[in-house]
């Protein structure tokens, strides 16, 4: 896909899109395939955020792996390997640790927290509007190109049925909502993901990931994996010409569900979505952001799986509503 945005400072957001032609023997050959999205990059200090999108992505373009290539059949992965490109050239060339944006404030700040800058509750808890601060929100929602980008990206894609966000650090899988401490329609569903993939990803090497809410770890405001979440889709976008009743019927037959949705309910869908917060775990003494080189490939090894997993999880049981 190419440029999809560009940066205050004039560089190219890049997207990747993976997929396979269908084969024709395929019982969903005439349905359209479904997407997941990933991004990975939106704060600059967070090194190993961008190496893992780009582990991911050179796996769905470059193995044979059966988990790969039937799910690249089945679906659309779109990823972005590095939301905030400004940022990241600046923590080579600057400031290691820096987190933010490159925008240049009229009073001499600069950067905007990407994170905090998405159109769900901005300027709510765990933002700040002083532009000095790590978590500035800026000056209105989705006010940065960057954020911009990704959510036209993501708003390109009618099917999206789960969304990824690959942050560092702490070694945690976050769902929704950070703004809140109610409870979300899918708190479950989304919990049994979460607890899933931390069993799959301490499989690997043996690293423990805590699944909880974004509100358990502190408050969050508009970050990307709320204004996912909030992007319902009518049910028909999965389903081609089918009518929503008779493709639930079918599902059921085939034991893709255990009951059909009752009538009149089911009609729209939203998508799983989660944070990701990579390693190292969060004690004191650790490195923090600045992550062992050699531990790159590990925690690339570890997260692909339990990418797949809640890719193939998303495309077969639909969050509905």
């Known amino acids: 896909m190419r440029n999809v945005g560009t940066t205050h400072e004039g560089r190219e957001i890049m997207a990747l899109r993976f997929t396979n032609p269908t084969p024709a023997a395929s019982t969903n050959a005439t349905l359209p395939k479904k997407q997941v999205y990933v991004q990975g990059g939106i704060h600059a ?9 780009q582990y991911i992505a050179y796996h769905l373009a470059t193995s044979d792996d059966r988990k790969i290539t039937t799910l690249l ?6 990823l972005v390997p590095v939301v905030n490109p400004d940022g990241y050239v600046y923590t080579w060339s600057g400031d290691r640790l820096w987190r933010k944006n490159r925008r240049a404030d009229a009073r001499g700040a600069f950067g ?76 479950a569903q989304h919990a049994a993901v979460g607890d899933a993939m931390a069993k799959i990803i301490k499989n690997v090497h043996g690293k423990d990931y805590i699944s909880e809410r974004e509100i358990d770890l502190y408050p969050v405001s508009a970050s990307a994996t709320d204004w996912w979440y909030e992007q319902s889709r009518p049910l ?86």
């Open 236 to 321: 028909k976008n999965l389903l081609g010409d089918k009518d929503v009743v008779q493709a639930e019927g079918e599902a059921m037959k085939k034991k893709k569900h255990k009951k059909p949705l009752p009538p009149g309910h089911g009609t729209i869908f939203r998508p799983y979505s989660y944070t990701i917060e990579l390693r190292p775990s969060s004690e004191w003494w650790g490195p923090g952001f600045v992550l062992d080189k050699r531990e790159i490939i590990p925690t690339g090894e570890e997260i692909l799986p339990a990418f797949l997993y809640f890719a193939r999880t998303a495309i077969e049981n639909v969050l509905t509503e």
């Open 73 to 78: 059949d089945e679906a659309e992965i779109v």
């Open 112 to 187: 905007v927290d990407l994170n905090r800058n998405y159109p769900s509750h901005w300027g709510e808890a765990g933002s700040s509007k002083f532009p000095y601060s790590e978590t500035y929100m800026g000056p209105s929602a989705a006010s940065e190109p960057e954020v911009q980008a990704s959510m036209a990206v993501f708003n390109s894609l009618p099917r999206a049925v789960a969304a990824l966000d690959l942050h560092a650090y702490s070694q945690l899988i976050l769902r929704p909502v950070g703004w809140t401490r109610k409870y979300q329609l899918h708190e």
């Open 45 to 53: 200090r967070e090194w190993i955020s961008h190496a893992t999108t």
